[in-house]
C-alpha cells in the first residue's frame, strides 16, 4: 500500500510532532490500553478481534475505521494478524471542535457517546479512502510548499467522507427500528441527556423525566450501549468539559460550575476518574494555551 511504513509532519513552530501516517502489519501497537494527547484513526484492512474502548467490547473484522478522541482509553485485541494505516494527528494542527461546522463529525465519528466508535467500510468506499491515504503519504514526502494546508484538506475529506458512511449507516439502522418502542425511549433520552446534562447528574433524575424505575432505565442503557445511565450522563458531562478547556480561558472553576458542579474538585475527582487526567493537565497538553498559540 504505502511505499514506506510511517511518515510524519512537525510542527514548526514548537517542535512536537502534529501529523503521522503509518502502516501496520501487527497488533503490537494497539495490544495495550492507549491514552494519547491527540486524534487517532485506524484503518483494519485485514484481520478481526475485539475493541475494548471506554471499558465497552466491540467485535470487528477487516474494513473497520476507527476514531479515537484525545485520551479516550482503547486497545484492540486481535484473534489472529492485524493488519492495516494509522493516522494521528494533534488538536493543534487540525481541532475537530474548530471544524465541526465544516465536517459534521464532533459527535458523530469523535465523542459520541450513543454509538459504538468505529464505521464498516464497503470495497468501494475502501478503495477511495486507501487512494485518499497514498495521497497523503505523498504529500508527507514530499517538501513541497504550505503542505500542512493541503493535508488538512486531506483529512478533511477523509473525515467527511467516514461521516457520510456512518450517517447512512445509522440511518438505515434508525429505519428499521423507526416502530420499536424501544427506539423512542432510547431517543428520548438521548434528548434528555442534552437538554439537562449540564444540571442533571443522577439516573434517578432521567428515569423520572422518562416515567421508568431506575431498574427499567438501567436495563436499557444496558441492553442498548453496553453503558449504565450514570457512566452516559457522565461521559457527556466530560466531552462538554474538554470542549470548553480547550476553546475557552475559562478557569476550572467556571467549567464545573457551567456544568453543575458547585466544588471544582469534585468536579476535577469526575474529570479524572473518566480520563485518568486533571483537567489541568488536559488544557497544559492539548487546551486552550495550546491552541491559542
Request: proline share 2%; aromatic share 14%.
Amino acid at each position: 500500500m504505502l511505499s514506506q511504513s510511517v511518515y510524519t509532519l512537525v510542527n514548526q513552530q514548537n517542535g512536537n510532532l502534529s501529523f503521522k501516517l503509518f502502516e501496520f502489519d501487527n497488533n503490537s501497537y494497539f495490544d495495550h490500553i492507549q491514552r494519547n494527547n491527540y486524534f487517532t484513526l485506524i484503518f483494519i484492512t485485514s484481520g478481526e478481534g475485539l475493541a475494548r474502548v471506554d471499558m465497552c467490547d466491540y467485535s470487528f473484522q477487516e474494513n473497520t475505521l476507527f476514531a479515537f478522541y484525545p485520551y479516550q482509553p482503547f486497545m484492540l485485541l486481535s484473534k489472529g494478524t492485524l493488519t492495516g494505516i494509522a493516522i494521528q494527528f494533534h488538536h493543534d494542527f487540525f481541532c475537530i471542535y474548530r471544524h465541526h461546522k465544516e465536517i459534521a463529525n464532533n459527535g458523530l465519528l469523535f465523542n459520541n457517546i450513543y454509538e459504538q466508535p468505529f464505521v464498516c467500510i464497503n470495497k468501494s468506499c475502501k478503495k477511495t479512502i486507501l487512494n485518499l491515504i497514498e495521497q497523503i503519504a505523498n504529500e508527507l514526502k514530499d517538501e513541497e510548499f504550505r503542505k500542512d494546508e493541503v493535508l488538512v484538506s486531506y483529512v478533511k475529506i477523509l473525515l467527511v467522507m467516514a461521516t457520510r458512511i456512518k450517517l447512512e449507516q445509522q440511518n438505515l439502522q434508525d429505519a428499521d427500528n423507526t416502530n420499536s418502542k424501544q427506539h423512542f425511549l432510547i431517543q428520548n433520552l438521548k434528548n434528555a441527556i442534552e437538554d439537562n446534562f449540564r444540571l442533571k447528574h443522577s439516573a434517578s433524575d432521567y428515569a423520572d423525566i422518562l416515567n421508568l424505575t431506575p431498574v427499567s432505565l438501567a436495563r436499557i442503557t444496558k441492553n442498548h450501549f453496553n453503558k449504565t445511565p450514570s457512566d452516559l450522563i457522565t461521559e457527556r458531562i466530560i466531552i462538554e468539559a474538554k470542549r470548553e478547556l480547550y476553546l475557552t480561558d475559562k478557569t476550572i472553576k467556571e467549567i464545573a460550575w457551567e456544568l453543575g458542579y458547585e466544588d471544582e474538585y469534585y468536579f476535577s475527582r469526575v474529570f479524572k476518574g473518566k480520563t485518568d487526567i486533571s483537567p489541568q493537565f488536559y488544557r497544559d497538553t492539548i487546551g486552550f494555551n495550546r491552541g491559542a498559540s
